[in-house]
């Protein structure tokens, strides 16, 4: 019997916003009870720890995320030539996501940019692996890639 990885764990300075990026961009959705309060409602699970699972019906084998609030937290650094940042810093993971085919890579780094995220660096035209490295809202890096 092995352990099974269940989900990531993002720290973050605001685990709901980080959370709704993510949700917005995958298209997954909350664990029951860490939804969205009402509009104008306090959100109390918001602010500390939330969880997001793929669809039911999706076949991908998907795992989910998880945000946590970290008051001391400092994105990670990217850098397109090491593991470390302009200041030292590791950028210490990214999550990898693949599309299709190259049309599909274009309307998620469209979908991507107008949640927020800002384009790292750009090798979609690279005809070995077209790719794009994201950094979402918080600063973490994310690669989007025809796979």
């Known amino acids: 019997m092995r352990p099974v990885v269940r989900q990531v764990v993002l720290d973050c300075s605001d685990p709901r916003a980080l959370a709704e990026f993510y949700r917005e961009l995958l298209g997954y959705r909350y664990r029951p009870g860490d939804e969205l309060p009402p509009a104008g409602e306090p959100d109390p699970r918001g602010g500390d720890w939330l969880v997001l699972r793929p669809r039911n019906d999706d076949p991908r084998g998907d795992r989910g995320l998880a945000f946590q609030y970290d008051e001391t937290y400092l994105p990670p650094e990217w850098s397109a030539d090491s593991s470390r940042g302009p200041t030292g810093r590791p950028q210490m993971l990214h999550l990898d996501m693949t599309v299709p085919n190259a049309q ?44």
């Open 104 to 147: 599909a890579l274009f309307q998620a780094r469209d979908r991507a940019l107008g949640l927020g995220a800002t384009v790292l660096h750009d090798r979609a035209a690279d005809p070995a692996e077209p790719l794009y490295v994201f950094a979402d809202p918080m600063g973490h890096p994310f690669c989007i890639f025809v796979g």
